[in-house]
């Protein structure tokens, strides 16, 4: 069975648009900001795309746009002033960042009550420890439970191996199913014998960026898999992480690329949006320097 991403966030958009549509009505206007330093070529096509999901479901989105040659400080100058304004809900930075800026430093300086990302130490910390609290989350792991869910993919006591272990993808998602009582298995590029414990999956998540890295002989009969992978092969054409023509013989769920993992990180930063405008996350006293 093809897990159809395409599909799902189409039906996400619909009920975003008629939530964000009463929002309006009650004098709410759910307002994106999202900051890209520099000219990276992918990253301006993630930008433009998150732009025309968010026009599409009715969210104001900002579209800050600041030169490669940006310091640290100005981006923070930028981050704070957004912070201060209560009608941006959602602050989002485009990460690769040039050299010169940390990172680090600059998603902790975004209010955890505006991390539409949900990398906010303190949002992952709430992530890690479970907690009862309501906050943002990385979208593509949240993306990902909803088609779990959506597919009605078994969570409890099932063995989840994530390929690949980054905080964008690998880490939180482990997290997450940890919460609904998943077994989880972290795996990378030096763990010894990945295929060995690849083919113990009953949910076998690929976040590597290496095409086809995953082949049908690594994959149990039946397993659930997520490709996160976005590639090009030596002809040019988007691949994922898994062996797709492969995979399909063995998997008994399996989702596409394109067409998966990746439409639904676009609507759940969407879905963030809103619910971040709604109010349903927990504004609790923050530290961060405003």
Known sequence: MLIDGKGLSKQMDAAIIEKVNTLKTAGIEPKLAVILVGHDPASQIYVRNKHRKAKLVGITSIDKRMPETTTQDELLAVIHEYNRDASIHGILVQLPLPQQIDESAIIQAILPSKDVDGFSPVNLGRLFEDSAEAYPVPCTPRGIMTMLDTYHVPLEGAHAVMVGSSNIVGRPLGAM??????????????????????????????????????KGQDIKPGATVIDVGMDRDENGKL????????????????????????????????????????????????????
Request: hydrophobic share 40%.
């Open 177 to 214: 199913l940890l919460n609904r009582n998943a077994t989880v298995s972290y795996t990378h590029k030096f763990t010894q014998d990945l295929s060995g414990i690849t083919r113990t999956a009953d949910i076998l998540v690929v976040a590597t960026g290496v095409a086809h890295l995953i």
């Open 239 to 290: 691949v994922g992480d898994v062996d797709f023509d492969e995979a399909v013989q063995v998997a008994g769920k399996i989702t596409p690329v394109p067409g998966g993992v990746g439409p639904m990180t676009i609507t759940t930063l969407m879905q963030q949006t809103l619910e971040l405008a709604e109010g349903k996350f927990s504004k609790t006293r923050e530290r961060q320097h405003v």
